[in-house]
């Protein structure tokens, strides 16, 4: 099994790619809304102290957020439909970025499944630092609030939105 140096090493070559700051909703700092999900193979949930999602990368890395690191002490769950659900696979390591601080800078955590998924459903990395393109629609996923009363689902929410 790999260690901790190959999710630094991963870690340190997609951070680049990841400095987009998505956000809607009447708190700015916040996802709202969505509808149910349909089928995303490359999506892992972390359920655990707190409920966080995250992206398969690789065969057995899932990118997520560094401030998630209570979600991912024990099981990930692999393509969710709803809270406790999809293939259940534990936790190897979780490895946040050497920068991560508080103040929730360099918010980006690499996590090694002990095993690989059966889906088998990697979402490719974006190497072109110029994309997304400002308003450029992308596709939101998560178990946050549906509205601005603090609701939460138990299915999985998806969320067209533009890039800000």
Same mark, same amino acid.
């Given at each position: 099994m790999r260690g901790s140096s190959f999710l630094l090493l991963l870690l340190a070559s997609? &951070?680049?790619? $990841? +400095? /987009? +700051?998505?956000? !809607?909703? #009447? %708190?700015?700092? !916040? *996802?709202?809304? =969505?509808?149910?999900?349909?089928?995303?193979? @490359?999506? /892992? $949930? =972390?359920? #655990?102290?707190?409920? &966080?999602? =995250?992206?398969?990368i690789h065969d057995d890395?899932?990118?997520?957020?560094?401030? &998630? %690191?209570?979600?991912?002490?024990?099981?990930? @769950? *692999? %393509?969710?439909?709803? $809270?406790?659900?999809?293939e259940i696979i534990p936790v190897a390591l979780a490895q946040p970025h050497p920068w @991560?601080?508080? %103040?929730?800078?360099?918010? *980006?955590? $690499?996590v090694q499944l002990q095993t690989i998924p059966k889906t088998g459903a990697v979402i490719p990395m974006n190497k072109d630092p110029s994309l997304p393109k400002l308003s450029t629609t992308v596709l939101?996923?998560?178990?946050g609030h549906i509205n601005n009363h603090g609701e939460s689902p138990t299915q999985l929410q998806e969320l067209k939105m533009p890039v800000t």
């Amino acid at each position: 099994m790999r260690g901790s140096s190959f999710l630094l090493l991963l870690l340190a070559s997609w &951070c680049r790619a $990841l +400095e /987009v +700051e998505i956000l !809607s909703g #009447d %708190d700015p700092t !916040s *996802i709202v809304g =969505g509808t149910t999900a349909g089928t995303h193979p @490359y999506f /892992v $949930l =972390g359920l #655990d102290d707190t409920i &966080c999602g =995250g992206s398969l990368i690789h065969d057995d890395v899932v990118l997520t957020a560094a401030h &998630c %690191d209570t979600a991912w002490t024990a099981n990930a @769950y *692999i %393509d969710p439909p709803g $809270l406790w659900q999809g293939e259940i696979i534990p936790v190897a390591l979780a490895q946040p970025h050497p920068w @991560y601080a508080t %103040d929730q800078t360099h918010d *980006i955590m $690499l996590v090694q499944l002990q095993t690989i998924p059966k889906t088998g459903a990697v979402i490719p990395m974006n190497k072109d630092p110029s994309l997304p393109k400002l308003s450029t629609t992308v596709l939101a996923l998560g178990f946050g609030h549906i509205n601005n009363h603090g609701e939460s689902p138990t299915q999985l929410q998806e969320l067209k939105m533009p890039v800000t």
